[in-house]
Antibody, heavy 118, light 110 residues
Framework: QVQLVESGGGVVQPGRSLRLSCAAS????????MHWVRQAPGKGLEWVAV????????YYADSVKGRFTISRDTSKNMVYLQMNSLRAEDTAVYYC???????????WGQGSLVIVSS | QSALTQPPSASGSLGQSVTISCTGT?????????VSWYQQHPGKAPKFMIY???KRPSGVPDRFSGSKSGNTASLTVSGLQAEDEADYYC??????????FGGGTKLTIL
């Protein structure tokens, strides 16, 4: 069965960096695009970034462009989100999400909480 | 990219039906049939419920159905059950490899 397990969240000061990791299993990782979606406390979902199955393209929401970088390591079935210059408004649960052949976000991790606070 | 517009809340009695709307623009919902819906229970990750406007992934009850007219997509839940009480989010592709979600609708079973 598909499993996505995020790690790396925590409390970080404004302006600092943090890297989230997502371990994927249960599917042919190298053939699917992967996304990060976040949810601020008590708020709705916000799409953050996508990386294509072959790493050929990466796209970002305007709110994180230039600060966040998505990457993947197919040899390890891992997806990463490098977050730099963090702001208070980046505080959220970050979900690692698989993009399905059905053209939907078909599997979600349990989420990793990032709190940006001094 | 602005979030898609959903009503903050919806409600219905056990066994009844309820429809949740999701309004976008001609650049997202109105242009692409890549509208999907997600169910989220408190403290849990979202669950994939509907894709490409009206298709159901394997395992999703046929009580859940989707449709679209112009710039507005809709999710209908028929035969409401207690476990349907949750937050529901729509999503649409917006072009240029970007996606947008709705603000979410809290469904209450009366």
């Amino acid at each position: 069965q598909v499993q996505l397990v995020e790690s790396g969240g925590g409390v970080v000061q404004p302006g600092r960096s943090l890297r989230l990791s997502c371990a994927a299993s249960g599917f042919t990782f190298s053939t699917y695009g992967m996304h990060w979606v976040r949810q601020a406390p008590g708020k709705g979902l916000e799409w953050v970034a996508v990386i294509w199955y072959d790493e050929s393209n990466k796209y970002y929401a305007d709110s994180v462009k230039g600060r966040f970088t998505i990457s993947r390591d197919t040899s390890k079935n891992m997806v990463y989100l490098q977050m730099n210059s963090l702001r208070a408004e980046d505080t959220a649960v970050y979900y690692c999400v698989k993009w399905g052949a059905s053209r939907g976000f078909d599997y979600w991790g349990q989420g990793s909480l990032v709190i940006v606070s001094s | 990219q602005s979030a898609l517009t959903q009503p903050p809340s919806a409600s219905g009695s056990l066994g009844q039906s309820v429809t949740i709307s999701c309004t976008g623009t001609s650049s997202d919902v109105g242009r692409y049939n890549y509208v999907s819906w997600y169910q989220q229970h408190p403290g849990k990750a979202p669950k994939f419920m509907i894709y490409e406007v009206s298709k159901r992934p394997s395992g999703v009850p046929d009580r859940f159905s989707g449709s679209k007219s112009g710039n507005t997509a809709s999710l209908t839940v028929s035969g409401l059950q207690a476990e349907d009480e949750a937050d529901y989010y729509c999503s649409s592709y917006t072009g240029n490899n970007n996606w947008v979600f709705g603000g979410g609708t809290k469904l209450t079973i009366l």
